[in-house]
């Protein structure tokens, strides 16, 4: 159960950080 939670856990937070990432290199661009 830890596994399980630790699992979907680190999915969101990869996201975000590759959101911020994209939003950043759009604003750079623009």
Same mark, same amino acid.
């Given at each position: 159960?830890?596994?399980?939670?630790?699992r979907?856990? &680190?999915?969101?937070?990869?996201v975000?950080? *590759?959101? &911020?990432? *994209?939003?950043?290199?759009l604003s750079?661009?623009?």
């Amino acid at each position: 159960m830890s596994l399980d939670y630790q699992r979907p856990r &680190r999915i969101p937070l990869t996201v975000g950080r *590759a959101t &911020r990432v *994209a939003r950043l290199r759009l604003s750079g661009v623009v």
